[in-house]
């Protein structure tokens, strides 16, 4: 069974650039997540979706993050503009709706540097 | 705020047993405990949870204790691939909807030294 991907694996920008991460899930998959993860801390969920619907948006600073999951699947991060503060792994993780739907699949994250 | 404490680093000699603790003292009667681990430049990996009753895999074991405040991952013979920083979840439901949050702490790193 393929993984959660997410693309790029790094990427380095300037501060007020706009940048976007890409998160393919589990197939099949119904809840899909996106954490940001600073050095030394734990990750912290940004947004979650169940299917193409948002459940849990409360710590995305929605000013400058968007997020979404057309068609339920794919979902993609977008941060606009970003912030020194932002430098940080963006981990995007899926689980299923089934018995074992409180167990989080992760991909391996987006490190972004903000310069 | 995440509901679980853990000591901040723990050293284990290899090939033998890492046991790291986990207090969640206001765990409410439905919460489960999970175990996640994240080696380095990875994403975070699912180990193992438990409601009250202990729970082994082919990874670790879970004892938690009968008043569920408080519990302890086993890895039974620690290799230096285990060297990573674990994290203990209690699982929380959300406002909004009945579906399950997850909030991670600061874990504890692990160091396997040989």
């Known amino acids: 069974e393929a993984g959660v991907a997410q693309s790029p694996r790094y990427k380095i920008i300037e501060k007020r650039q706009s940048v976007a991460f890409w998160c393919n899930p589990i197939?099949?998959?119904?809840?899909l997540y996106w954490y940001q993860q600073i050095l030394g801390q734990g990750p912290k969920l940004l947004i979650q979706?169940?299917?193409?619907?948002?459940?849990?948006d409360s710590q995305l600073p929605k000013d400058r993050f968007s997020a979404e999951r057309l068609k339920g699947v794919d979902s993609t991060l977008k941060i606009q503009p970003a912030k020194l503060e932002d430098s940080a792994v963006y981990l995007c993780?899926?689980?299923?709706?089934?018995?074992?739907?409180?167990?989080?699949?992760f991909g391996a994250g987006t490190r972004l540097s903000v310069l | 705020d995440a509901k679980t404490t853990q000591p901040t680093s723990m050293d284990c000699a290899e090939g033998r047993a890492a046991n790291l603790p986990c207090n969640h003292s206001?765990?409410?009667?439905?919460?489960?405990v999970y175990w996640y681990r994240q080696i380095h430049s990875q994403g975070p990996q699912y180990i193992i949870h438990?409601?009250?009753n202990n729970e082994t895999n082919e990874m670790a074991s879970l004892i938690i204790t009968e008043d569920r405040k408080s519990s302890t991952l086993i890895l039974p013979h620690a290799t230096l691939r285990d060297t990573a920083v674990y994290y203990c979840?209690?699982?929380?439901?959300?406002?909004?909807?009945?579906?399950?949050?997850?909030?991670f702490g600061p874990g504890t790193s692990l160091s396997v030294i040989p």
């Open positions: 993780a899926s689980s299923s709706s089934g018995l074992a739907k409180n167990i989080q699949y």
């Open positions: 438990g409601l009250k």
């Open positions: 197939s099949g998959h119904a809840t």
């Open positions: 979840i209690v699982r929380v439901h959300g406002v909004k909807t009945s579906y399950d949050k997850v909030i």
């Open positions: 979706f169940q299917n193409n619907g948002v459940v849990d």
């Open positions: 206001t765990i409410s009667g439905n919460e489960y």
